[in-house]
């Protein structure tokens, strides 16, 4: 396992982190959770990611039993926050209220002093930025999160969170968690050179498409147990299960097979050559999918093969 530092600061990543969106809490069995985690760990994971709206806590329950019995200094865990949590008025946003209660939430939730990241998990257009920030601060100075990070935040809306850190001598942004993969490319426009600009670090979540980048639902097959083919989920997939992307996905196996490697692996290995992104952000519901992963930590694209790709996702 390869590690890079997460942005500008001294705060080091594996290449490949470990994410708990859809998958415990609910689909999958704790004790399965546990193993694939386990097995993670083992494998020279150090970052694990969760969220309080993760099945309204139990992800991240999950998480943290699982790795209650490594050293706490070993592991980098997150959380975060924006969406709903009850059905009143300040149960969710990015208020002073409602980040300060549900940092102490998932605090109690994980039996943890204090998480590595806390993210806004969207922007919240109905709080004042410096509202939220303030807040953020005021937790790192209690210790209880030790970085600060936003995700699927746009270009002119972290450029407005640095201006009003910096104005008010508040704790940076240091780390953005977008969507990024060969199908969904759109930070490379601005969202990248606004974060390399100011010292802040991607950490992609879904670098397979929601397994659509594995091969497995080409000619539109949705196999038993799959996430395409669970109900309440699938709509996150289906909008790109079309003869255009199953075109690109063939391809793209083709180069795969030539220089020795899985689509999944060429698939997190094009996301991991922008130096910008710290870490590709994976689910796995069991521990061969995340032995699986991990091996495309420290592989090395060719300009050519690089080239090659550009040429089938135009």
């Given at each position: 396992m390869q590690y890079r530092r997460l942005g500008r600061t001294g705060l080091k990543v594996s290449e490949i982190s470990l994410g708990s969106w859809l998958t415990y809490g609910k689909s999958v069995e704790d004790n399965i959770a546990e193993k694939t985690i386990h097995k993670a760990y083992e494998l020279g994971i150090n970052f694990f990611d969760s969220a309080n709206v993760y099945e309204r806590g139990e992800g991240e329950r999950v998480m943290a039993q699982a790795l209650k019995e490594y050293p706490r200094e070993s592991y980098v865990i997150t959380t975060k926050a924006f969406w709903p949590m009850g059905?009143?008025?300040?149960?969710?946003?990015?208020?002073?209220?409602?980040?300060?209660?549900?940092v102490n939430g998932s605090l109690q939730r994980m039996n943890l002093d204090y998480v590595d990241i806390f993210y806004c998990h969207r922007y919240d257009p109905e709080t004042p930025v410096e509202e939220t920030l303030r807040a953020?601060?005021?937790?790192?100075?209690?210790?209880?999160?030790?970085?600060?990070?936003?995700?699927?935040?746009?270009?002119?809306?972290?450029?407005?969170?640095v201006g009003i850190a910096d104005k008010f001598l508040l704790d940076r942004i240091v780390v953005n968690q977008p969507q990024y993969n060969m199908l969904h490319r759109y930070i490379e426009q601005e969202v990248?050179?606004?974060?390399?600009?100011h010292g802040i670090g991607q950490?992609?979540?879904?670098?397979?498409a929601q397994g659509v980048l594995t091969g497995k639902y080409k000619g539109g097959n949705l196999p038993e147990n799959s996430?395409?083919?669970?109900?309440?989920?699938?709509?996150f997939i289906t909008g790109m299960l079309n003869e255009d992307v199953s075109s690109k996905v063939e391809q793209l196996e083709v180069v795969a097979k030539e220089i020795d490697v899985t689509l999944p692996e060429l698939a997190?290995?094009?996301?991991?050559?922008q130096p910008n992104v710290a870490s590709a952000l994976v689910g796995a519901s069991k521990p061969e999918q995340i032995e699986a992963n991990v091996k495309a930590s420290g592989i090395q694209l060719q300009e050519d093969v690089v080239a090659r790709i550009e040429t089938i996702l135009a």
């Open positions: 059905e009143g008025p300040n149960d969710r946003g990015l208020s002073r209220k409602h980040v300060i209660e549900q953020i601060d005021d937790l790192i100075r209690q210790g209880k999160i030790l970085y600060a990070g936003v995700s699927e935040w746009s270009a002119a809306q972290i450029e407005e969170a990248i050179p606004v974060s390399e600009k950490v992609v979540f879904s670098p397979l996430r395409a083919a669970n109900g309440s989920i699938n709509q997190i290995a094009w996301i991991l050559r």
